[in-house]
């Protein structure tokens, strides 16, 4: 029980959530959970966790890009691969 004018430490002890800190989302598709339960509908979770989520955690996004980038060379090394005997006599 804490008295009046203190403030309680354990944010489960006064609200029986954790705190926010301890659940922390880890990925887009969690933060925009967690705005979903704040009160924010789907679409309105989306649209601000594809702005903010991107700002703070900008791996997701490079991840897609290093993908797109493999797939590119990966591409490139077939070609030459099958192509080697016609680009070195040109």
Not at 27 to 52: M, N, P, Y
Request: charged share 20%; no cysteine; glycine share 8%.
């Amino acid at each position: 029980m804490t008295g009046p004018g203190t403030i309680p430490t354990d944010t489960t002890a006064t609200t029986g959530a954790p705190s926010v800190k301890s659940a922390k989302p880890q990925t887009i598709r969690e933060f925009e959970r967690a705005l979903q339960t704040l009160g924010f509908s789907q679409r309105e979770a989306k649209a601000v966790a594809s702005g903010g989520f991107k700002a703070i955690h900008p791996t997701e996004q490079l991840s897609e890009q290093l993908k797109a980038m493999a797939n590119a060379i990966a591409g490139i090394n077939q070609f030459l691969k099958e192509n080697h005997e016609e680009i070195i006599q040109s």
